[in-house]
Nanobody, 114 residues
Framework: QVQLVESGGGTVQPGESLRLSCEASKHIFSTYTTAWYRQAPGKQRELVAAITPTSHTTYANSVRGRFSLFRDDAKNTLVLQMNNLNPDDTAVYYC????????WGKGTLVTVSS
């Protein structure tokens, strides 16, 4: 069973940056589509960004131009670089992987507040 472990969450002020990492327990990026989702208080979970095994990336409109998603295949790590954060980005961020099965991490909290 593949496990996903997120790290990098925290509290920042508007305009600042954070980098989230998701480490997979096995080498999966060549066969799994991986992604970051987020869930804000009282809202549904939503897709933030995704990357396919062929490295095609997609972003939610709300983060395009501010967030960057990339993989470090050698380290089995998926990275979400988040720049120019604003309070609407406050949420629990979850790492996700999908092939035949779906796998979720436990999440990491990002709080953007002045």
């Amino acid at each position: 069973q593949v496990q996903l472990v997120e790290s990098g969450g925290g509290t920042v002020q508007p305009g600042e940056s954070l980098r989230l990492s998701c480490e997979a327990s096995k080498h999966i990026f060549s066969t799994y589509t991986t992604a970051w989702y987020r869930q804000a208080p009282g809202k549904q979970r939503e897709l933030v960004a995704a990357i396919t095994p062929t490295s095609h990336t997609t972003y939610a409109n709300s983060v395009r131009g501010r967030f960057s998603l990339f993989r470090d295949d050698a380290k089995n790590t998926l990275v979400l670089q988040m720049n120019n954060l604003n309070p609407d980005d406050t949420a629990v961020y979850y790492c996700y992987a999908r092939s035949i099965v779906e796998i979720w991490g436990k999440g990491t909290l990002v709080t953007v507040s002045s």
